[in-house]
């Protein structure tokens, strides 16, 4: 499995507290840019846990490729 998405969602966690804490706009941005990358990472994470669950247990519901005969 490709990994577990938690860290990367209590990091964004704590990014957004520390983003709450400035008083500076341009540094609150960065921190809300960060803490959605790394909410996107962890999306990205349980995307691939998913298509990963699925091929190990055989179900693999994406489309196949033009002249894929495999079952």
Known sequence: MPGDPTPCREKAAR??????EM???EIK??????????TQ???KIDAANKIAGDLL???NTRSR???DTTQ
């Open 57 to 59: 247990t055989g179900r």
């Open 29 to 38: 941005k960065v921190l809300l840019d960060l803490a959605e990358a790394w």
């Open 65 to 67: 490729l033009p002249g």
């Open 41 to 43: 990472l962890a999306d």
């Open 15 to 20: 990014v957004v507290q520390l983003a709450a």
């Open 23 to 25: 008083s500076d706009p």
